[in-house]
């Protein structure tokens, strides 16, 4: 400071300034800040810094003062199907291959409509955001309508360009797929908070012909690759009787294991498939609480872990988990973790934290704007309140927000910096009239 310069400075306008008793930023890994500010300005964050420091150097439009609370990053679901929340409950207690061709495709062949996905989306998009999650990456038909919720909602989100063999409402052929698909593409590529990802739904549902032209448009668009990819044995045992290789092994062939794929579920890979991930750079989305569900089997997350390939947590839809809630994932992962590998040591409350914020985002390559509280990033952040009785006493932030509090704990919600939970309620809920519509929805699935 030069000699000339006032000893005491004007404060720095800014929207917003945050004052949290803890912050998790998730970078620098492991850490836990008491009593600092998050500073954000134009929806992004501007800076962090204990917040006496805070008080001094901002002057800010809104303050608002979380003690007791701890701030982090938004949650990332990295596996939705969004619009299957109108579904949720409807067929229980079924292995996959059942659920699906008894009780969820006639469901979807019946009412898999816009108006569907309208209602279903928009319901899904409500329960994460009150649950923390900011981002989520989403494979559905209908996927216009799926835009629509998140707009109205002001969610952050990944839209995938469904593919899959057979016809639907949606579309009636692979071409018609992939036609709306870069129609949609095409009218809504440069929205602020979305992002595409290619969605092949999943090896046994699409050709090779399918995977090769999924390969070329990822390629030509720099797009992530959203598939279903080993989640059940049956899976692989009838590639192996139809195209005399695994899943994993034919879709590598065809081009479609690389870094921008993100393989979903991954229950079943052999110690050489592990490897081949790690070389390829892929990316896991782990959907424990589905897995678990539909019986599917657990996946082997430390050897994944230990092999350095990048996992994120997903839910999948709401008819097979019942819930859209990234706490569950990430408690069910920490404790599989350890009975996997017989390790209690094993995934830590900061490394299971780290998947479900910033490895989600790096796999759908936003890590660059969403995933950790790092200055430049977007404000996209969600507040954990640990001050009641039930969450006392309280000696680590990130061990409680692991194994002891839920999403009934996240009381506000921003995303882009736009408050969309404030103290515990949803900004505007009521604009919505959700109950007339959702009542509509259960007399006919009911009726099926
Ligand atoms: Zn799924």
Redesign the pocket.
Same mark, same amino acid.
């Given at each position: 400071m030069s000699s000339i310069e006032p000893a005491i400075q004007t404060p720095v306008a800014v929207d917003l300034c945050i004052d949290a008793e803890w912050i998790i930023p998730i970078e620098p890994a492991g850490s836990v800040l008491r009593d600092h500010t998050l500073v954000v300005s134009h929806g992004r964050i501007a800076d962090l810094l204990p917040t006496t420091a805070a008080n001094e150097r901002y002057q800010p439009v809104e303050r608002r003062d979380l003690g007791g609370h701890v701030l982090l990053p938004g949650l990332v679901n990295l %596996?939705t %199907?969004a619009a299957m929340s109108l579904l949720r409950g409807f067929a229980d207690d079924l292995p996959l291959e059942r659920w699906l061709q008894e009780k969820i495709w006639p469901a979807e062949a019946r009412y898999g409509t816009a108006e569907f996905v309208s209602m279903g989306s928009l319901l899904a998009c409500l329960e994460m955001i009150s649950g923390g999650v900011t981002c989520f990456n989403d494979?559905y038909f209908f996927p216009e309508q799926t835009i629509e919720a998140a707009a109205a909602t002001g969610i952050r989100a990944a839209i995938g360009i469904i593919v899959i063999d057979f016809p639907t409402v949606y579309a009636q052929n692979t071409a018609e797929y992939f036609e709306k698909g870069a129609a949609l593409y095409a009218k809504h590529s440069s929205a602020p908070l979305l992002s595409f990802c290619l969605a092949p739904h999943a090896p046994y549902s699409v050709s090779d012909e399918g995977f090769r032209q999924v390969v070329s448009l990822a390629t030509q668009h720099d797009l992530p690759i959203h598939v %279903?990819l080993h989640e059940t044995r049956r899976e692989i045992e009838e590639s192996l009787a139809l195209h005399g290789g695994t899943p994993l092994n034919r879709l590598d062939h065809l081009g479609a294991i690389s870094d921008r794929t993100i393989a979903?579920h991954g229950v079943y890979f052999t110690d050489e498939e592990m490897s081949l991930l790690a070389e390829r750079q892929t990316s896991v989305a782990h959907c424990p609480v589905?897995n678990l569900k539909l019986a599917s089997g657990i996946a082997n997350i430390p050897a994944i872990s230990s092999r350095e390939i990048n996992w994120g947590l997903g839910t999948?839809?709401a008819a097979s988990n019942n819930r859209l809630d990234i706490w569950q994932e990430l408690r069910q992962a920490a404790l599989l973790a350890k009975v996997t590998a017989n390790n209690a040591g094993s995934l830590n409350a900061h490394e299971v934290l780290r998947a479900a914020t910033l490895s989600g985002a790096k796999a759908l390559k936003l890590d660059h704007e969403i995933g950790s509280l790092s200055i430049g990033k977007s404000a996209d952040l969600c507040a954990v309140k640990l001050s009641q009785w039930i969450n006392q006493p309280c000696f680590d932030p990130a061990s409680h927000l692991v194994y002891v509090t839920g999403r009934e704990d996240v009381t506000d919600v921003w995303i882009a910096g736009k408050c969309r939970k404030n103290a515990g309620q949803i900004v505007d809920l009521s604009r919505f009239e959700l109950l007339p519509q959702l009542e509509l929805w259960h007399t006919r699935l009911i009726s099926l």
């Open positions: %596996h %199907h494979m %279903h979903v589905s999948d839809g």
